[in-house]
């Protein structure tokens, strides 16, 4: 059974980083494609950065150079740096897994096609 828990959210200033966590488990099928998804209230999803098993990285175009998508696979474990966010990136922040496929990371950057989600945590960047 796959779980994926995360954490690291928080409230910020605008300017400020936070570094969110995401520690998966029962991922057992590689390869495999992992990432970070968005959503604010009235919304709809978006891909905010994704990673596969080999390293290939892929972000949307608001990231701007501001976040790291990451991963610790000895402790299974995926990051995203976030840096110099705005009121905009205020959001709830979604880890989600995809394992045994072979369809590119730009494939669930923007259809956000995937079958394992964590429950999210919530980003507030407010003055």
């Known amino acids: 059974q796959v779980q994926l828990v995360e954490s690291g959210g928080g409230s910020v200033q605008p300017g400020g980083s936070l570094r969110l966590a995401c520690s998966a488990s029962?991922?057992?099928?590689?390869?495999?494609?992992m990432g970070w998804v968005r959503q604010a209230p009235g919304k709809e999803r978006e891909g905010v950065a994704a990673?596969?098993?080999?390293?290939?990285?892929k972000y949307a175009d608001f990231v701007k150079g501001r976040f790291t998508i990451s991963q610790d696979n000895a402790k299974n474990t995926l990051f995203l740096r976030m840096n110099s966010l705005e009121p905009e990136d205020t959001a709830m922040y979604y880890c989600?897994?995809?394992?045994?496929?072979?369809?590119?990371?730009?494939?669930?950057?923007?259809?956000?096609?995937?079958?394992?989600w964590g429950q999210g945590t919530q980003v507030t960047v407010s003055s």
């Open positions: 989600a897994a995809s394992g045994g496929t072979r369809r590119p990371i730009w494939w669930y950057l923007e259809k956000n096609d995937y079958p394992y």
């Open positions: 990673i596969d098993n080999d390293g290939h990285i």
């Open positions: 029962g991922i057992t099928y590689s390869p495999y494609r």
